[in-house]
């Protein structure tokens, strides 16, 4: 529920964006999920767990890959 609720959020952050620079912030956004960097005070992902922040990084990693 978090996870989907959180990319749905993202992705109309993204969706304002002019299309050249979306792949930029789909990068920017896949660095506060990534399992490694998630634990950083300022990512919004510190404060999950890190199932639910695990799926939401493969979710913007899938949306990065496609662009």
């Keep these: 529920a978090w996870a989907a609720a959180e990319l749905r959020r993202l992705d109309a952050e993204v969706a ?3 299309r050249s620079q979306m792949r930029t912030a789909w990068k920017q956004k896949m660095r506060n999920y990534h399992p490694d960097k998630r634990l950083a005070q300022d990512s919004p992902a ?3 767990g890190e199932n639910m922040a695990t799926e939401v990084f493969l979710e913007l990693k899938r949306r ?3 662009m």
């Design 16 to 18: 304002l964006l002019p």
């Design 46 to 48: 510190a404060a999950v």
């Design 64 to 66: 990065y890959d496609m």
